[in-house]
C-alpha cells in the first residue's frame, strides 16, 4: 500500500497545484506547496526504505489488482534493490529541483503553478514506472512521462523550445510505439499459452521461441536505447537539454532517461535472456561508442547545456556497458552509476544553470573569470564537474570503476576502449571549468553573482551524498547487489571467476569482512 | 598504536575540509591550523615510526582495515591500509617536510587573500598523498593518486587568474588522467586475474601469474608511473606546472607527489620482479628521462623551470634505480628521500629569491644575490652540494649508489647514469652562478632582501637535512630496513672496486663543475635571453622542452581536435541531419500527396474509379496468381 | 443469359465514364442514375438465372432509392445553380488540397 | 377481411414475424424521426427548434436504455461459443452482440452531435445551420432570413434518420437490407452537409461533392451486391458464406464482388484511395455535422465491413486479406503523412480520421476470432472498442473547433489556434486530450484502442504489420503533436482566437468527451470487457 501512497502523492499534489489559484505575483504558495509535496514523498520514501530488507533479492512490499482483465494487465507495483535504489533518487533530487528551480524566469510567469504540477506529474509517473512489475502499467507510465516532461519543455523552455520539445517527443514515441508493438506481442505469445499476463514474474517464465524472443527484445530495447540514449540515437537529448529550463534537464536526464537503462534492466534483461546475450555484442559496441563518441563531441560544445548533454551520453554509455556485460560486478556497478549520475548531473545542470540563467547566454565563451567575483559557485561547479568525470573520492568514481572492472573480466578492449573516456572526461570538465571560471573576468560575466543561500540550500544536499557515496557506497550497493545477482542468476551467467588466484585470498588484514563479500 | 595510522590521513583531511568550509572569520588564524594539522601528524608519524622500530623486523608491517569500501558482485575492496617500514619512511617525508613547507608558506602566501584556501588545499595533498603511501589496497592507491592529482591541479592553478596557471592545472590533470589509464587498467587486470586488488595479495600472487600477465600489469603501471612522476613520455606537464606557487612546486613537484610514481614501482616490486620487460621498460624511461631533464635544466632561465628539469632528471635516477630490482629499489627511494631534502630545500631557497625579487623568475635578472641574501644562499648552497653530489652531502651518497647499481645492471646504463651526474653538476652550477655569484643584473625599481623568519627556518631545516641525509645509509641501514618490502639484493661484483667507482663519480662531477664555470664566468650573462637563433641548437632544443610539446600537440592534440570537429560536423549533419532529413521528406511527401486533392470532383471520381480497378485487379491477381 | 449480364457491365461502364467526363452536375448525376439501372438489369437477370424473385425485388428497392436520390440530388444542384448560376461540377472546387 | 383481398391463385404470403421488442431501439429512433417531420410541419415555429431538441434527445436516451436492456437480454447461440443475439426481421436484421454494441456507442455519439446540434449560443442565439438553404448565399432574402432568425429545426429529424440508417447498417443481416440502410444514413447527411450557416458556398460545395461521390461509390457497392447474388443467388450474408466455403460459382465473379462491395465499405470509412472526399467534406459541412458524420458514418460502415466480411466472405479471407492489408497500409501513411502539411483544423481531423480508418484495418485483417474459453481481444471486440473510443474524442475535437470563432465565425485555420492555451487553457487542454488520444499515448482511451487493434492484426500472425502501424502512429503523432505546439507553446498571432462562451450543451459535449476518453485510457475494463462479452457476429 505505501508504494501506492508513495506514487500517487506527487500525483495529487499536481493535482492540488493545478487548481490552486494563480495567486500573487511571486507565486510562492505555489512553490512552497510543491517543495512540501516533495518532501512528503521524500519522507514516504524513506518510510518505504525502512520497511526494505536489503538483503532479500526479490521484490518486496508488493502489491497486486487486476486492472485490465481483457489484456491480463495488473496493476502490481513492488520494488527489489535496483527499483528501490532509483526511488530513492527520484525522491531525493525532486526537491533539490523544485527549491533550485524557485527563481526560474519562465517565459510565462503565469505558469509557475503549471510548472511545478507538471514536475510534480513526472516525480509520480517515474515512481508508477520505477515500482511497476506489470509489463502493461509500466509501459504505460513510461510513455505518460513524455506529456508532462514535453509541456515543461515546449511551454517553460528557452527561444528555440518548442522545436526541442516535438523532436524530445517524436523520438521517444518512436521507440515507444516500437516497444508498443513488443508489448502487443507479449501479449499474443502469453494469451497464446494460457491466460494472458503481463505480470513480470510470469513472463519470465515464459517460452516465446527464439525469433520471437529477439524481436520483441528489439522493441523493448529501442525505446530504451532512445531514452537512455545510445548512439546513435542520441541527438534529440542535447537539443532538449539546451531548451530546456535546468529543473526540466534534471528531471529528463537523471530521472526519467534512467528508466531507460531501469527498463533494460528489469525488463529486457528478465523477459528475454537468451536475446540479451545474442544482441550484447552489438549493444556493447555502441555503448563503448557511445562513451566516447559522447565525451569527444562534449568536448566540441560551446553551449554548457548541449556540453552536459553530450557528458551524459558519454555516462549513459558506461551505464548500458555494464549492464550488458552481464558480470553481477558490472551490473551493479551500472545501478550504482545510475544513481550517482543522477545526483551528478543534477549538480551540474543546477549550478550551470544557475550561471546562465545570471549571464543571460549558455556560451563558454561568454563566461570567464568567474570564480573571482562567484568562488562557492566556481567551488559546487568544480566538484560537479569531478564527479562527473568520475574523481575517486566522489560517487561516480565507485560505480564506473565497478562497470569497467567488471566488463574487463569478459571484454578487455570493450574495457580498455572504455577507459579512454576518463581521460577525455578529465577534458571537457576541465575546459568548460576553465574557460567560465579561471582567468580574467569577462565583460559580460559581471552579473553572474554568488549563490544565493537557497541555491546553496538546495545543492548541498546533492553535493554531500556525491561526496558521502564516493566512501561509504556500501549501503547502496548492499540493497543492489541481491538483485543484481537474481538477475545475472536469471540469465544463466555468472562471474569469471579470478585466473590465477591469489595463494592468500583472504589476507589476515581483510579476512573479518572478506567472508561477507563473497556471495 | 599503529592502528592509528589512519589518523596521520584524518587529522590533515579534517583540517582542510574545515578550512574549506568554515567561512571567513577564519582567515585569520586558518593558516595556523593547517600548519597545525600538518605538524600533528608528523608528530604521530614519528611516533609511529618509534613504535614500528620498536617491532621485531618481521613484524613491521601493520595493516589495519577500516571499513568495506566496495562490495559488489566478485569485486571487494577494504579501506585498508598498511604501515610498513616502506610507507613509514614516506610518512616522515612527506609530513616533515610538508609542515616545513605550511610554515614557510605562512610567510610566503602572507599577503594572498585566499591564502586559508591555500592551506586547505595543501592539507588535502597531504592527507592524499598519505592516503597514497599507507593504501593497502591499490584502488585506496588510486585514490590517493587521484586526490594527489586534485590538489596539484588546484594548487598548480591556485593563481586562477592568471590564464596560463590555469592551462598548466588542466594540463598536469590531464596529462596524469593519460596515466590513470595505466593505473585503471592495471588495477582492473589484478582484479580480473586475481580477483583482488590489495597490495598484499597481488604481490603474493605475481610470481606465480604468466609473463604477459605479468608484463602487462608493470607496462600498464609504468605508464601510470609515468604520468604521476613526469617520466618520458608524459613529462610535459611538470614544467608548466611550476604556475604554481613556490610552494607547492617544492612539495608536490619536487619533495612528494611526483615521486609517487617511483613509490608505487618500489611498492609493487614483485610484479616487476617477475617481468623483465616491464623492468627493462623502467629502466629505458629513468634513463631517457634522467638525460632529457638534465639538458632542458642546462638551458631554461626560469629559475623554477630550471629546478624542475632538474627534479624530472632526479627522478629518472629514482625510476632507473627502482628498474634495476632488488638492487636498486632502496636506493630509489634513499634517493627519493635525500632528494625530497635538498630539491624542497632549493625550491624554497628559488621560492625565497622570488620573494625577493618581486616575483622575477628569470635568472637572467638575478646576479650577486648571495650579498642580499645570506640565509638563502647558505641554504641553498647545501641544497646545491647535495645535488651534484659532492661528499658528505646527503645526494652523494644516494647518486653514488645508483649509478653503481646501474654498472652493475649494464654498462650502458651506468654510463648513461654517469653522464647525468655531470651534466647535473653543469646545470647547477650553472644555476648557482647566475643567481648568487655573477655580477648583480637586477634592475633599478628592485631590492632584493632577506625573507623572513618564517620563511628562512624551514630552509635552514632543510639544508640541514640535505646535508646530513645521508645517515640513512650508515651500515646500511635503509637496506636492510626495506629488505623485508623490496626483498633480498643479490651483491653484483663490479669489475671495478666501488671506491674507484665513486672517484669517477666525483671527477665526472667535478667535470660538470669546472665547465659551468668556465662557460658562464669567461664573459657576463646577459641580462636577457638570447634569441634563439643565436644559440646552439643542444640549448635551443632545450629551450623548448625538447620539443615535447610540439609532439603531443602534433601527435595528440590536433588530432583530438580535427575529430572532435569533425565529430561535431557529423553529429549535426550526419546522424540529426539524417534525423531531420527524414523529417523533410516526410514533409516533401506530405505535400507531394496533397497535390491530387485538386478540389475537382470528377478526379476525385477518377481517383476511385482507378482505386476499384486496382482493387478488383488486385484481388483476381492475388487469388488467381 | 450472361448477355444480359454483359449488357449491363457495358451500360454501367459507359454510365461510370459518363461520371468522369463530364463536367454537367445534372449530367453526371444522371450517369449515376444508369449505372443504377444498369445493376437493375443485373439483378434481374440473376433473378432469372437463379430462379428466385429475391433479385426482382431488388430492383423495386433500387428503383425507390434512386427516386429518393434523385430528390435529394436535384435540390443540392439546384441550391448550387441558384448561388453560381452554373452546374459545373468543375466550379465547385474551393475546398481542396 | 384479409382473406377476401387474396386472390385464390396466388400462394399465402405469410405475415413477417417481427420481433419488435429486439428491434425496439431501431423503431424509436425511426419512430421518432417520423414524429419529427409531422412537428415540423404542425409545430408553432417559435418553439419548434426546442421541440425537436427534447424529441430527438428523448428519443435517443429512450432507444440507449432499450439497447442496454436488449443487450444485457442476448441469448448466447447454441453452435458457437462466443456468438450472442440472434436473426430477427425474417433474417432481414442481425440483432447481435456487436451489433448492439454499435447501436448503444451510435446512440451515444447521435446524443452528444444532437446536443452539438442544438447549441444555439455561440452564433448570436442562432444554430448553425443556415435560416432558408433555399436562399443563394449573399442574397438579400439570406439577410430577410436572418432578420426574421429562420431556422432549420428539420436537421434533427433527418439527423434521426442518418442515425437509424447507421444502427440499421451495423446489423443488417442481409445486403439489401444493407444497401437501403447505406442510403437512409448517407441522404440526410447529404443534405446536412450543405446547411451551414457561414461558408455557404464551402458547405454547399461539400454537399454536391458528398453527393455525387457518394452515389458513385454506392453504385459500386450495389453493382458488388448484384453480383454477391448472381454468385450465392441470395442476399443473405449466411447463404453467401454457404457458397463461398463450398466454392460453387464463378471465381471471378465472387472476387468482382468482393472488390465492389469492399469500395462501397471503404468509401464510407474514409480509406484510401477512395477517400478523397473526406477532407473537403468535413471542411465544408457544419461541424456539428462534421462531428456526427466522422464519429457515427465510421463506426456503422465498419461495422457494416467487418460484418459483410466476416460473415459472408469469412470463407475466402485468404483472397482479400493481402489487399486490405495494402489498402491498410497506404491509408494509415496517407493519412498522416498528409496531414502534416495541413493548415486547416477541420481538414487536419479528416486526414486523421483518414489515418484512423487505416488502423482499425489494421485491426480487421487480423481476423482474429478468439479462441473459446479465452479471454483474448479479437478483431471484433477490438474495433468495437477503437470506434468507441475514436468517435468519443472526435465528437469533442469538433465541438472545441465549433468554440474558436471570430467575426466571420468559425476560424479553422490553424494559425489562428497560435496560443490558444494561454487564452483559455481549460478549452485547449481539452483538445490537447483529444489529440493525445489520436495520437495514442496511454492514459488516454486511443492508446487502449491502438492496443486492441494491434493486438488483434499480432494474433492473426501480422506482426510486421503492426510494426509498420507503430512507426505510422509515430508519424501521425507528429501532427497532433503540432497541434499542442502551437495552442500551449507558441505565441497569439495579432489579438489571437476568440473563444465563444459555449452553453451547457456544448460544454456537456466537451466534458463528457473528455471524461471518456481519458477515463478509458485509465480504466478501459468495464468497456473492454463489455467489448469483448459482445463476441461474434451471428450468422
Given amino acids: ?185 507479449l501479449y499474443v505469445v502469453s494469451s497464446r499459452q494460457g491466460d494472458a499476463s503481463y505480470l513480470l514474474s510470469d513472463l519470465k517464465n515464459l517460452d516465446m521461441g527464439q525469433n520471437t524472443e529477439r524481436l520483441l527484445f528489439l522493441g523493448f530495447m529501442a525505446a530504451f536505447a532512445i531514452k537512455a540514449p545510445l548512439w546513435p540515437l542520441h541527438t534529440w537529448l542535447p537539443d532538449a537539454a539546451k531548451e530546456a529550463t ?46 566516447v563518441y559522447g565525451a569527444l563531441l562534449a568536448i566540441g560544445q560551446d553551449d554548457i547545456r548541449r556540453l552536459i548533454a553530450f557528458t551524459s551520453v558519454s555516462h549513459f554509455g558506461f551505464i548500458i556497458l555494464g549492464i550488458f556485460a552481464f558480470t553481477s560486478t558490472s551490473m551493479a556497478g551500472s545501478t550504482l552509476y545510475m544513481f550517482n549520475h543522477g545526483l551528478s548531473t543534477a549538480a551540474l545542470f543546477l549550478v550551470t544553470g544557475i550561471m546562465v540563467s545570471r549571464r543571460g547566454s549558455a556560451r563558454i565563451s561568454d563566461f570567464g573569470g568567474v570564480q573571482k ?52 572526461a578529465a577534458l571537457y570538465i576541465l575546459i568548460m571549468y576553465q574557460r567560465t571560471m579561471t582567468g580574467p573576468l569577462a565583460p559580460g560575466a559581471m552579473g553572474v553573482t554568488e549563490l544565493r543561500p537557497r541555491e546553496i540550500a538546495a545543492l548541498t544536499p546533492a553535493i554531500m551524498l556525491i561526496i558521502g557515496l564516493g566512501f561509504f557506497p556500501q549501503p547502496v550497493l548492499s540493497a543492489i547487489n541481491p538483485a543484481v545477482d537474481t538477475v545475472v542468476s536469471h540469465l544463466g551467467k555468472s562471474d569469471p571467476t579470478p585466473k590465477t588466484p591469489t595463494p592468500i585470498a583472504e589476507s589476515s588484514d581483510q579476512a573479518p569482512t572478506a567472508e561477507e563479500g563473497g556471495h | 598504536m599503529l592502528d592509528l595510522q589512519w589518523l596521520l590521513i584524518a587529522i590533515p583531511l579534517a583540517s582542510g575540509a574545515l578550512l574549506l568550509v568554515w567561512g571567513k572569520e577564519s582567515d585569520r588564524f586558518g593558516h595556523l591550523i593547517g600548519t597545525a594539522a600538518s605538524a600533528a601528524s608528523f608528530v604521530l608519524g614519528v611516533v609511529l615510526f618509534v613504535t614500528l622500530m620498536g617491532e621485531g623486523a618481521d613484524d613491521r608491517s601493520h595493516a589495519v582495515s577500516l571499513f568495506t569500501w566496495i562490495d559488489a558482485g566478485t569485486f571487494h575492496v577494504e579501506m585498508s591500509f598498511v604501515y610498513d617500514q616502506l610507507s613509514a619512511l614516506f610518512v616522515l617525508l612527506i609530513t616533515g617536510v610538508g609542515t616545513l613547507i605550511h610554515v614557510y608558506s605562512i610567510g610566503y602566501m602572507a599577503h594572498d587573500e585566499r591564502r586559508r584556501r591555500f592551506f586547505a588545499f595543501l592539507n588535502l595533498f597531504v592527507a592524499a598523498m598519505l592516503t597514497l603511501v599507507l593504501a593497502g589496497d591499490y584502488l585506496v592507491l588510486f585514490l590517493g593518486w587521484e586526490g594527489v592529482g586534485l590538489a596539484s591541479y588546484l594548487l598548480i592553478g591556485f593563481w586562477q587568474h592568471k590564464p596560463s596557471a590555469a592551462a598548466a592545472a588542466k594540463k598536469a590533470f590531464v596529462v596524469n588522467r593519460v596515466g590513470d589509464i595505466g593505473m585503471a587498467l592495471a588495477i582492473m587486470l589484478m582484479f580480473a586475474q586475481f580477483g583482488t586488488s590489495a597490495i598484499a595479495a597481488v604481490n603474493a600472487a605475481a610470481p606465480g601469474a604468466t609473463d604477459t600477465v605479468t608484463t602487462s600489469l608493470g607496462l600498464l603501471l609504468l605508464l601510470g608511473a609515468c604520468g604521476k612522476s613526469a617520466q618520458v613520455p608524459l613529462q610535459s606537464w611538470l614544467l608548466d606546472a611550476m604556475e604554481g606557487p613556490t610552494p607547492v612546486s617544492a612539495l608536490i613537484h619536487a619533495a612528494t607527489m611526483v615521486t609517487a610514481g617511483v613509490y608505487l614501482v618500489v611498492r609493487s616490486n614483485a610484479i616487476f620482479d617477475a617481468s623483465e620487460v616491464a623492468r627493462t621498460a623502467v629502466i629505458i624511461v629513468g634513463l631517457v628521462t634522467l638525460l632529457a631533464g638534465a639538458w632542458i635544466g642546462c638551458a631554461k632561465d626560469d629559475i623554477k623551470k630550471a629546478l624542475a628539469g632538474s627534479t624530472m632528471s632526479q627522478i629518472g635516477y629514482m625510476m632507473l634505480a627502482a628498474g634495476l630490482g632488488p638492487a636498486g629499489y632502496a636506493f630509489a627511494v634513499f634517493h627519493l628521500i635525500t632528494h625530497g631534502f635538498f630539491k624542497a630545500n632549493m625550491f624554497l631557497g628559488a621560492g625565497s629569491v622570488m620573494h625577493g625579487m618581486d616575483d622575477d623568475v628569470d635568472m637572467r635578472h638575478y646576479g650577486g644575490l648571495r650579498t642580499m641574501m645570506p640565509v638563502t644562499f647558505a641554504t641553498f648552497g647545501l641544497g646545491y652540494l647535495a645535488i651534484i653530489g659532492v661528499p658528505p652531502f646527503a645526494g652523494f651518497w644516494s647518486k653514488d649508489k645508483i649509478i653503481e647499481a646501474a654498472f652493475g645492471q649494464n654498462l650502458w646504463v651506468g654510463l648513461g647514469a654517469l653522464l647525468g651526474a655531470g651534466v647535473t653538476a653543469f646545470y647547477m652550477t650553472r644555476l648557482m652562478i647566475m643567481t648568487f655569484l655573477s655580477e648583480k643584473r637586477w634592475r633599478e625599481d628592485v631590492h632584493p632582501h632577506e625573507s ?66 668556465a662557460f658562464y664566468r669567461r ?43 569533425l565529430l561535431v560536423w557529423f553529429d549535426g549533419k550526419g ?31 477518377l481517383m476511385m474509379f482507378a482505386g476499384v480497378a486496382i482493387v478488383v485487379l488486385c484481388l483476381l491477381a492475388v487469388t488467381l496468381a | 443469359m450472361s448477355e444480359y449480364i454483359t449488357l449491363s457491365m457495358i451500360l454501367f461502364t459507359i454510365g461510370a465514364v459518363g461520371v468522369l467526363v463530364r463536367r454537367n452536375a445534372i449530367i453526371v448525376f444522371m450517369c449515376v442514375e444508369l449505372m443504377l439501372n444498369a445493376t437493375n438489369l443485373a439483378f434481374v437477370s440473376f433473378s432469372r438465372q437463379h430462379g428466385n424473385l429475391d433479385g426482382q425485388l431488388a430492383a423495386f428497392f433500387v428503383m425507390v432509392v434512386a427516386a429518393a436520390e434523385v430528390v435529394i440530388g436535384l435540390a443540392i444542384i439546384i441550391s448550387i445553380y441558384r448561388t453560381r448560376r452554373t452546374t459545373s461540377v468543375d466550379d465547385a472546387s474551393l475546398l481542396k488540397s | 377481411m384479409r382473406a377476401s383481398l387474396m386472390s385464390a391463385e396466388l400462394p399465402p404470403i405469410p405475415a413477417p414475424e417481427i420481433e419488435y421488442s429486439l428491434l425496439a431501439p431501431l423503431m424509436i429512433i425511426a419512430g421518432a424521426a417520423i414524429v419529427g417531420v409531422l412537428v415540423e410541419a404542425f409545430w408553432p415555429r417559435t418553439t419548434r427548434f426546442a421541440a425537436q431538441t427534447v424529441l430527438a434527445c428523448a428519443a435517443i436516451v429512450a432507444a440507449l436504455a432499450d439497447t442496454v436492456w436488449v443487450y444485457t437480454d442476448l441469448d448466447r447461440i447454441e453452435s458457437s461459443l462466443t456468438a450472442r443475439g440472434q436473426i430477427a426481421a425474417e433474417g432481414a436484421v442481425s440483432v447481435d452482440g456487436p451489433g448492439v454494441f454499435a447501436w448503444g456507442i451510435l446512440l451515444v455519439f447521435g446524443l452528444l452531435s444532437m446536443l452539438l446540434f442544438a447549441e444555439r449560443r455561440l452564433d448570436g442565439g442562432l444554430s448553425a445551420f443556415t435560416g432558408r438553404a433555399a436562399d443563394a448565399p449573399g442574397s438579400a432574402a439570406e439577410a430577410d432570413a436572418v432578420k426574421r432568425r429562420l431556422e432549420h429545426s428539420e436537421v434533427f429529424p433527418l439527423a434521426l434518420f442518418a442515425l437509424v440508417g447507421m444502427m440499421l447498417f451495423a446489423t443488417a443481416n442481409d445486403l439489401l437490407t444493407m444497401f437501403v440502410a447505406l442510403e437512409v444514413l448517407s441522404l440526410p447527411l447529404y443534405i446536412l452537409c450543405g446547411l451551414a450557416r457561414r461558408r455557404r458556398l464551402l458547405s454547399q460545395e461539400a454537399a454536391l461533392k458528398y453527393f455525387l461521390l457518394g452515389a458513385f461509390s454506392s453504385v459500386f457497392f450495389l453493382y458488388g451486391i448484384a453480383l454477391a447474388y448472381g454468385y450465392s443467388g441470395s442476399f443473405e450474408l449466411s447463404a453467401i458464406d454457404t457458397a463461398v466455403t463450398s466454392r460453387t460459382g464463378s471465381e471471378t465473379m465472387l472476387l468482382a464482388s468482393i472488390a465492389l462491395m469492399a469500395v462501397g465499405l471503404l468509401f464510407k470509412i474514409g480509406a484510401a484511395p477512395f477517400h478523397t472526399w473526406t477532407p473537403d467534406v468535413y471542411q465544408g459541412a457544419p461541424t456539428p455535422v462534421t462531428a456526427f458524420m466522422a464519429a457515427g458514418t465510421k463506426a456503422a460502415a465498419f461495422m457494416a465491413l467487418l460484418r459483410v466480411f466476416f460473415v459472408a466472405f469469412g470463407g475466402s479471407s485468404w483472397d482479400w486479406r493481402p489487399t486490405i492489408v495494402a489498402i491498410a497500409v497506404i491509408t494509415m501513411f496517407l493519412g498522416a503523412v498528409v496531414s502534416i502539411s495541413q493548415t486547416d483544423v477541420k481538414r487536419m481531423l479528416a486526414y486523421s480520421s483518414i489515418a484512423h480508418a487505416g488502423f482499425l484495418l489494421v485491426g480487421f485483417v487480423g481476423v482474429y476470432a478468439g479462441v473459446a474459453g479465452s479471454d483474448r481481444v479479437t478483431s471484433v471486440s477490438s474495433v468495437l472498442f477503437y470506434l468507441a473510443v475514436y468517435g468519443l474524442s472526435s465528437i469533442g475535437a469538433f465541438a472545441v473547433v465549433t468554440l474558436v470563432r471570430d467575426s466571420g465565425g468559425e476560424t479553422t485555420h490553424l494559425s489562428k489556434w497560435a496560443g490558444l492555451g494561454k487564452t483559455s487553457p481549460v478549452l485547449a487542454g481539452s483538445f490537447a486530450v483529444f489529440m493525445l488520444s489520436f495520437a495514442g499515448i496511454p492514459l488516454t482511451g486511443g492508446f487502449i484502442g491502438k492496443w486492441g487493434v494491434f493486438s488483434a492484426a499480432y494474433s492473426g500472425g501480422f506482426w510486421w504489420l503492426v510494426v509498420i502501424g507503430v512507426l505510422v502512429s509515430a508519424l501521425a503523432a507528429y501532427f497532433y503533436v503540432r497541434v499542442i505546439v502551437l495552442m500551449f507553446f507558441t505565441d497569439p498571432v495579432g489579438e489571437g482566437p476568440t473563444v465563444a462562451v459555449p452553453s451547457v450543451l456544448t460544454t456537456v459535449v466537451i466534458g463528457v468527451a473528455v471524461v471518456g476518453t481519458v477515463g478509458l485510457g485509465i480504466i478501459p475494463g468495464p468497456l473492454l470487457d463489455l467489448a469483448q462479452h459482445a463476441g461474434a457476429f451471428v450468422r
Avoid at chain 1, 533494460?264 to 559496441?285: G, K, Q, Y
Avoid at chain 1, 561547479?381 to 568520475?390: E, K, R
Avoid at chain 1, 578487455?412 to 572504455?418: L, M, Y
Avoid at chain 2, 546522424?575 to 521528406?585: C, S
Fill in chain 1, 1 to 185: 500500500m505505501i508504494l501506492s501512497i508513495l506514487a500517487a502523492t506527487p500525483i495529487a499534489g499536481a493535482l492540488v497545484l493545478a487548481l490552486l489559484p494563480r495567486g500573487t505575483s511571486n507565486h510562492l504558495p505555489a512553490k512552497v506547496v510543491a517543495l512540501g509535496v516533495s518532501l512528503v514523498t521524500l519522507a514516504l520514501s524513506l518510510a518505504v526504505l525502512a520497511q526494505y530488507e536489503p538483503s532479500d533479492g526479490g521484490y518486496q512490499l508488493t502489491e497486486q489488482h487486476t486492472w485490465i482483465k481483457a489484456f491480463g494487465a495488473h496493476y502490481a507495483v513492488g520494488v527489489n534493490g535496483i527499483a528501490v535504489t532509483l526511488v530513492l533518487l527520484t525522491t531525493i533530487l525532486v526537491p533539490i529541483i523544485i527549491l533550485a528551480s524557485f527563481d526560474d524566469r519562465l517565459p510565462d510567469p503565469k505558469g509557475t503553478n503549471a510548472y511545478f504540477a507538471w514536475m510534480l506529474a513526472v516525480e509520480g509517473l517515474a515512481l508508477g514506472a520505477f515500482m511497476a512489475t506489470d509489463a502493461f502499467l509500466f509501459y504505460v507510465l513510461f510513455e505518460a512521462t513524455l506529456i508532462p516532461l514535453y509541456f515543461l519543455i515546449g511551454t517553460f523552455g528557452g527561444p528555440n523550445r518548442s522545436y526541442a520539445a516535438v523532436k524530445f517527443l517524436i523520438y521517444n514515441l518512436v521507440g515507444g510505439l516500437l516497444m508498443l508493438a513488443a508489448i502487443v506481442g
Fill in chain 2, 452 to 517: 623572513p623568519r618564517v620563511m628562512t627556518w624551514p630552509l635552514i631545516g632543510l639544508a640541514a637535512l640535505s646535508a646530513v641525509g645521508g645517515v640513512l645509509l650508515l651500515g646500511d641501514w635503509i637496506v636492510e630496513w626495506l629488505e623485508p618490502v623490496v626483498g633480498h639484493a643479490e651483491h653484483h661484483e663490479l669489475a671495478v672496486p666501488a671506491i674507484v667507482l665513486t672517484l669517477i663519480i666525483t671527477a665526472v662531477v667535478a667535470v660538470g663543475v669546472v665547465a659551468a664555470v
Fill in chain 2, 575 to 605: 546522424i540529426d541531419g539524417f534525423v531531420t532529413g527524414t523529417a523533410d521528406r516526410l514533409g516533401d511527401t506530405s505535400q507531394l500527396l496533397r497535390k491530387p486533392q485538386t478540389g475537382y470532383v470528377r478526379s476525385y471520381a
Fill in chain 2, 523 to 565: 664573459e657576463p650573462i646577459a641580462g636577457e635571453t638570447p634569441a634563439d637563433d643565436s644559440v646552439s641548437l643542444f640549448a635551443r632544443a632545450g629551450r623548448h622542452e625538447l620539443y615535447g610539446n610540439e609532439l603531443n600537440d602534433a601527435l595528440v592534440v590536433r588530432p583530438t581536435t580535427h575529430l572532435t570537429r
Fill in chain 1, 246 to 291: 535546468p529543473g526540466t534537464s534534471v528531471l529528463m536526464v537523471s530521472v526519467v532517461d534512467k528508466i531507460g537503462t531501469f527498463g533494460m534492466i528489469t525488463w529486457c534483461l528478465n523477459l528475454f535472456p537468451e536475446a540479451a546475450d545474442w544482441a550484447s555484442p552489438v549493444i556493447i559496441t555502441l555503448a563503448v561508442v557511445s562513451i
Fill in chain 1, 373 to 424: 567575483i562567484a568562488p562557492i559557485m566556481s567551488g559546487v561547479l568544480l566538484l560537479a564537474g569531478l564527479s562527473s568525470l568520475s574523481l575517486p573520492g566522489l560517487a561516480p568514481f565507485v560505480s564506473e570503476f565497478l562497470v569497467l572492472a567488471g566488463t574487463f573480466t569478459v571484454s578487455i578492449p570493450a574495457a580498455a576502449v572504455a577507459t579512454l573516456g576518463i581521460v577525455l
